[in-house]
């Protein structure tokens, strides 16, 4: 389930040690060291060079620090499915600090960015530990037989023990380009009685700015909705709720034509995959944005993927729901079964998000 990775050395990619098998680990900072959450992701960037043996700088650390690793077969599945051929997990991750993206999320997390702005790391709560410990081999399957998912790729899920602190964190994929601004950002469930969030649009939100949802090619549309079927039938299977469609919106500058070559481009892709029964390239993880329309003219391009999945439908849950589905519009509340979450999420799918030219 777990092993601990050592401050000396380290395991590559290509050779993952059984689950069960203990590494130990120390730190070579100072003796005694309270660990400092402004400097989170130093730290953990530190320690994760450190125990791979290629830390340059461990100022941060104490001498007696412990790093471990779960799941490491399963990662390293996903990461062989999913990295460009050549490109190396360890190496990306160690080879500059990691930037810090935003200092708290909803759940108190910290987001930060690999210096090649491929990977994102979060740190996690126990119980988001806990839940992706448990389903990531099943995940892992998923993955291999549906490989467009518009679900998080998780690449590794680690634990850092030092300074008087436990800290658990994640890597995953960077739905993002790194190549084009993005102009909005929307986190939509299917429910308008959200809390607001300064630079992230919610379902209210996109209703009155975007009514009429995101026009694309018919055969984009259909594509989406079958990607996401399959991937909300999973989460429903593994007793997940709550999750969000994540949609990032570049506007296309007319002038741009560079972005129109882009667009271009995709366009020959889906024509190309539209006469093979093969999934769309265009879709899922590297996305190269799908094309679509804001109000019939504005062209933008869209990055989509289903984000805060781990998110186990729990007996809090249970008596939450059962309280506010008994007030006026209580199935509007954003917390549902498992069942009830995924038909909601899927209407809006059909209804209201996406539609065809």
Same mark, same amino acid.
């Given at each position: 389930? +777990?092993?601990?990775?050592?401050?000396?050395?380290?395991?590559?990619?290509?050779?993952?040690?059984?689950?069960?098998?203990?590494?130990?680990?120390?730190?070579?900072?100072?003796?005694?060291?309270?660990?400092?959450?402004?400097?989170?992701?130093?730290?953990? =960037?530190?320690? #994760?060079? +450190? !125990?791979?043996?290629?830390?340059?700088?461990?100022?941060?650390?104490?001498?007696? =620090?412990?790093?471990?690793?779960?799941?490491?077969?399963?990662? /390293?599945?996903?990461?062989?499915?999913?990295?460009?051929?050549?490109?190396?997990?360890?190496?990306? *991750?160690? %080879?500059?600090?990691?930037?810090?993206?935003?200092?708290?999320?909803?759940?108190? !997390?910290?987001?930060?960015? !690999?210096?090649n702005e491929d990977f994102i790391i979060k740190t996690i709560q126990d119980s988001e530990h806990n839940c992706l410990n448990d389903i990531l081999p099943r995940l892992c399957? #998923?993955?291999?037989?549906?490989?467009?998912?518009?679900? @998080?790729?998780? =690449?590794?899920?680690?634990?850092?023990?030092?300074?008087?602190?436990? &800290?658990?964190?994640?890597?995953?994929?960077?739905?993002?380009?790194?190549?084009?601004?993005? /102009?909005?950002?929307?986190?939509?469930?299917?429910?308008?009685?959200?809390?607001?969030?300064?630079?992230?649009?919610?379902?209210? %939100?996109?209703?009155?700015?975007? @009514?009429?949802? #995101?026009?694309?090619?018919?055969?984009?549309?259909?594509?989406?909705?079958?990607?996401? %079927?399959?991937?909300?039938?999973?989460l429903r299977e593994l007793g997940l709720t709550n999750y969000s469609l994540f949609i990032a919106v570049h506007e296309v500058d007319k002038d741009d034509e560079d972005e129109?070559?882009? &667009?271009?481009?995709?366009? %020959?892709? *889906?024509?190309?995959?539209?006469?093979?029964?093969?999934?769309?390239?265009?879709?899922?993880?590297?996305?190269?944005?799908?094309?679509?329309?804001?109000? +019939?003219?504005?062209?933008?391009?869209?990055?989509?993927? &289903?984000?805060?999945?781990?998110?186990?439908?729990?007996?809090?849950n249970k008596e939450e729901y059962l309280f506010k589905s008994m007030l006026p519009g209580g199935d509007d509340t954003p917390v549902q079964p498992p069942k009830e979450f995924?038909?909601?999420?899927?209407?809006?799918?059909?209804?209201?998000?996406?539609? @065809?030219?």
């Amino acid at each position: 389930m +777990a092993m601990e990775m050592t401050g000396q050395g380290g395991e590559g990619t290509n050779n993952i040690p059984n689950d069960d098998v203990p590494i130990t680990s120390n730190g070579t900072g100072p003796g005694t060291i309270t660990f400092d959450w402004n400097n989170s992701g130093v730290t953990l =960037f530190q320690a #994760f060079t +450190a !125990s791979l043996g290629r830390a340059s700088d461990t100022s941060l650390l104490p001498k007696n =620090f412990v790093l471990k690793r779960y799941r490491p077969r399963s990662c /390293d599945i996903v990461r062989n499915k999913c990295l460009r051929q050549g490109q190396n997990y360890e190496d990306d *991750l160690c %080879e500059h600090k990691w930037r810090l993206l935003l200092d708290t999320g909803e759940s108190g !997390s910290k987001y930060f960015l !690999s210096a090649n702005e491929d990977f994102i790391i979060k740190t996690i709560q126990d119980s988001e530990h806990n839940c992706l410990n448990d389903i990531l081999p099943r995940l892992c399957h #998923f993955l291999t037989d549906n490989p467009q998912t518009l679900l @998080p790729r998780f =690449f590794g899920l680690y634990r850092y023990t030092g300074g008087g602190k436990k &800290i658990r964190f994640m890597v995953m994929n960077n739905l993002l380009p790194n190549h084009l601004q993005i /102009d909005k950002r929307f986190d939509l469930k299917g429910a308008t009685k959200r809390k607001t969030a300064t630079n992230v649009g919610k379902d209210d %939100e996109f209703l009155k700015t975007h @009514p009429n949802g #995101f026009e694309m090619d018919e055969r984009y549309v259909t594509r989406l909705r079958e990607l996401l %079927e399959l991937d909300c039938m999973h989460l429903r299977e593994l007793g997940l709720t709550n999750y969000s469609l994540f949609i990032a919106v570049h506007e296309v500058d007319k002038d741009d034509e560079d972005e129109d070559d882009h &667009i271009r481009v995709s366009n %020959e892709n *889906l024509d190309e995959h539209s006469r093979s029964s093969q999934t769309l390239g265009l879709l899922g993880y590297r996305s190269r944005g799908v094309p679509a329309r804001l109000c +019939a003219t504005s062209k933008v391009l869209l990055y989509i993927g &289903i984000i805060h999945i781990l998110k186990p439908y729990t007996l809090r849950n249970k008596e939450e729901y059962l309280f506010k589905s008994m007030l006026p519009g209580g199935d509007d509340t954003p917390v549902q079964p498992p069942k009830e979450f995924e038909e909601r999420f899927m209407r809006f799918v059909r209804d209201i998000w996406f539609k @065809p030219q």
